[in-house]
């Protein structure tokens, strides 16, 4: 799990979007494969 900060809030999660709520401290959950 890597913490980024993004200003602009442009995350969006690849499966659903459930982390796109947190704008201030957003989720990279990075997953190898």
Do not use: Q, S, Y
Not at 4 to 27: D, F, I, K, Y
Request: hydrophobic share 55%.
């Amino acid at each position: 799990m890597v913490w980024v900060n993004a200003p602009m809030a442009l995350n969006v999660a690849p499966w659903g979007g459930a982390a796109r709520r947190l704008g201030t401290n957003p989720h990279a959950i990075a997953i190898p494969g």
